[in-house]
Nanobody, 121 residues
């Protein structure tokens, strides 16, 4: 099977920075899109940022200019550098991958378990 494991969450003061990492492992033929979503208490899960296999990024308006997504294709890993963090960035952050497990299999979405990011003084 496929596993996505996030790391790097924690507690940070407003204006601070955190870097999230997510490594994908298991039976993987090709990863098309990797990214990050987040879910705050009482709210729906929302897109934060995604990045294609060609390394084209896409960001939610709320994080543009503050967050940077990147990926290491050889390591099946995606990163999210978060700067100038605000209290409204507080949420559980989920890693996401759109991938094929075998040459002949369809593309499927896989999710990590999530990592808590709390921005508070």
């Amino acid at each position: 099977q496929v596993q996505l494991v996030e790391s790097g969450g924690g507690l940070v003061q407003p204006g601070g920075s955190l870097r999230l990492s997510c490594i994908s492992s298991g039976r993987i033929f090709n990863i098309y899109v990797m990214g990050w979503y987040r879910q705050a208490p009482g709210k729906q899960r929302e897109l934060v940022a995604t990045i294609t296999s060609g390394k084209t990024p896409n960001y939610a308006d709320s994080v543009k200019g503050r967050f940077t997504i990147s990926r290491d294709t050889a390591k099946n890993t995606v990163y999210l550098q978060m700067n100038s963090l605000k209290p409204e960035d507080t949420a559980v952050y989920y890693c996401y991958a759109d991938l094929q497990q075998w040459l002949t299999s369809p593309r499927n979405d896989f999710w990590g378990q999530g990592t808590q990011v709390t921005v508070s003084s």
